[in-house]
């Protein structure tokens, strides 16, 4: 990928958009550790002159992708970008088995109780539970939308 700013702009605007701290925290429950930081910039993550790591800075809705990425110099007027969308596992895992989990151990523990109990409730907790799993969707749109984002805020095309 090919971005429109020179070196010095590349960072300039990474400077301006980033929030400098560990991406790997952002995408996992452990978020809640970085709640009084700044949250008005659109990324989270480490950078330098030559490399990125960076992942959506938000408290209460991160994503687990880090966007791993590589700067290079091709001209004086724009810049070489090379970029890896990698997982951050433990939140990736946690989105996913989760509701997994939760689907399980509610049944089980529906067929197991020797009480009779109205259908109602384990159907209310069947509902709650697969409404755990449009939260993938909405991690997938947001991983969309962030890559646009990027490719925006650093006039980034695709040759």
Do not use: C
């Not at 007027?77 to 433990?90: C, D, Q």
């Not at 962030?146 to 925006?152: A, N």
Request: aromatic residues 14%; without cysteine.
């Amino acid at each position: 990928m090919i971005s429109k700013l020179n070196l010095s702009e590349f960072v300039n605007e990474l400077e301006e958009n980033t929030t400098k701290g560990n991406p790997s925290i952002k995408g996992t429950p452990l978020v809640i550790l970085t709640i009084f930081e700044d949250t008005k910039k659109k990324f989270y993550g480490e950078f330098n002159k030559s490399s990125f790591r960076l992942t959506r800075n938000s408290v209460f809705y991160p994503i687990p992708y880090i966007f791993e990425g590589k700067i290079n110099v091709k001209n004086d007027s724009s810049t070489n970008i090379s970029l890896k969308i990698k997982p951050i596992w433990f939140g990736y895992l946690w989105i996913r088995i989760l509701p997994i989990f939760a689907l399980i151990l509610f049944n089980i523990g529906f067929i197991t109780q020797e009480n009779i109990i109205a259908t109602e409730i384990p159907i209310f907790r069947n509902i709650l539970v697969i409404l755990m799993f449009a939260h993938i969707w909405y991690t997938i749109r947001k991983k969309k939308k962030l890559l646009k984002d990027f490719h925006e805020i650093f006039k980034i095309s695709e040759d």
